[in-house]
Each structure stands twice: as C-alpha cells, then as structure tokens.
C-alpha cells in the first residue's frame, strides 16, 4: 500500500489486489534466492483475502475488494510415499536405543515437521499435561501438540536418562544439535533394516524422510474417524487446503466441510 500510495483501506480495490498478486509471482525469496512456491502466493493472497474480509465485518470498509477474486489453489503433482500402519509397526520393532524411538514418536506420534524435532528443547515437554510445544513451528506459529501416556512416559525416561545437561532433546555424536540431515539419516537406517525397506529403490528411499511419518500419522488419524479440521489443528495447518495436499482428502470432503462449517 505504501509503495503504490495508498493510505487507507477504503482506498485499495481490485487493481492493487491483482498487481499486488503479480508482485508475488515474480519476488524472490530472501531464504532460498528462488522465485516463491505457488502454495506460498496462494497462501498470501488467502491472509489478504481473509484480512480485507474481517475488515468489512467491522465496518472499516463497505466492500471487500478482494471478494469476487479466485486464486486457485496449485495443483501438486507430488507422489508422496504414506507408511501403512504395518510398515510403522515395522520401524518401531527394529528400534536399537531410546533416541530412534522417541524419534519415530516425535515424527510418527506428534506429526512433527523435521525442523520441529532438530529444534525441540527439553522445557518444551510438560509431562504433567502431557504436551509438546512446538515454540516455533512453519511460519513462527506456536502450537502444542498432545501426546499420550506411553510417548509421555517413555520420553521423561529418554531426557533424564541423558548425561548432557544442554537444554536440546537430541544431540548428535559431538554434543551439539542434531540436524535435520541427521534425523532423516536415521530413519532411513530403521527402514534399510525393515522388510519393506529392504525391497525399496534407491531412488523411493531418497524420497522418504521425516516429513513422511507426519504424511502417514494425518493419513491414519483421518482413516481412523478423525476429523479434518482436527487433523488441522494436530498438524498446525493455517489453511484446511494443506491438510487436504497431505492427506489426500477427495474434493467431497472439503465440500462438506465447508457446507457444515457456513
């Protein structure tokens, strides 16, 4: 608004909307120096849909100019490989230590991103309540993630069976955080030594990291009866679109959350 001149947001209509909307298609991202992924354009263009929309609601403008303005959601060609529950039962028995374990339970139990568990620290488990915090999740958004008895039990175990005293719940062999490579190394190693780890290519296994026990523990809860804007809400999605890419909800069930939500 201020590069364009605009002072108040009676001011802004469709034009700025739409140029501000090529603006996005060709910025270049400060993090990785590459042009913005069309779920990060889409998902701006939501907040300033969402904004605009709140800002009628209370009578800080007579209409939305955004109202009549679609910006379809990309359409991600991804092949993402879903454990079965089998296959995660399968990672769980060739576990050799602790560590592995509560690994799979940060991954597989918390639906955690890779990036959430590198930087998960000791404060962040209240055994008490039985919660995660995930103080910085995508997006700096903080969420808390429940958990039950068994992961809560068996992760006091893990941290105060830990000599180190460093606040970090994972560390790696030189007693400094372990990294995003790292975890995903050691998961790739529980699957070398599973059935169907052993008959995978070279190439599906590259393809295969932590972010595919979050895709396979949203998956289950929704085949489970789980509801979508709960799985949502357990995963710390902004948009219910994202949950529909992870989990691969058919376009019926988005219609009739939709229908029961307006």
């Known amino acids: 608004m201020e590069n364009v001149g605009i002072t108040g947001l009676r001011n802004i209509t469709a034009v700025e909307i739409a140029n501000f909307y090529e603006y996005l298609k060709h910025k270049i991202s ?13 998902d701006r263009m939501r907040c300033v849909q969402i ?14 100019p ?22 995660i039962k399968s990672l769980y028995a060739v576990v050799e230590n ?12 918390c639906g955690l991103r890779v990036n959430e568990i590198s930087q ?49 719940v994972f560390i790696n062999s030189k007693g400094r955080r372990m990294q995003e490579w790292t975890l995903n190394k050691i998961l790739k190693k ?38 979508l804007e709960q ?3 357990f995963l710390g999605h902004s948009f219910i679109e994202s949950t529909e890419i992870y989990t691969h909800i058919n376009q019926k069930q988005i219609k009739d959350l939709y229908n029961d939500t307006s």
């Open 120 to 168: 998960l620290n000791k404060e962040d488990i209240r055994f008490t309540e039985n919660l995660v915090i995930v103080q910085k999740g995508k997006n700096s958004k903080r969420r808390l993630v429940p958990i039950n008895n068994t992961i809560s039990q068996e992760m006091e175990a893990f941290i105060f069976s830990l000599e180190n005293k460093t606040r970090e």
């Open 231 to 233: 799985v949502q809400q």
């Open 98 to 109: 602790n560590q592995e374990r509560i690994i799979l339970h940060m991954g597989y139990g």
């Open 51 to 64: 904004f605009l929309g709140y800002a009628l609601e209370l009578g800080k403008l007579k209409i939305n």
């Open 66 to 87: 955004a109202s009549h303005l679609k910006f379809s959601y990309p359409d991600e060609d991804v092949q993402r490989r879903i454990f079965t529950q089998q296959e």
């Open 190 to 227: 529980l699957i070398k030594q599973t059935h169907f780890g052993s008959q995978l290519t070279a190439e599906e296994l590259n393809r295969i990291g932590i972010h595919t026990l979050r895709h396979s523990i949203a998956t289950h809860l929704l085949e489970n009866g789980m509801k």
């Open 30 to 42: 400060t993090r990785t120096q590459q042009k913005l992924k069309l779920k990060s354009i889409h």
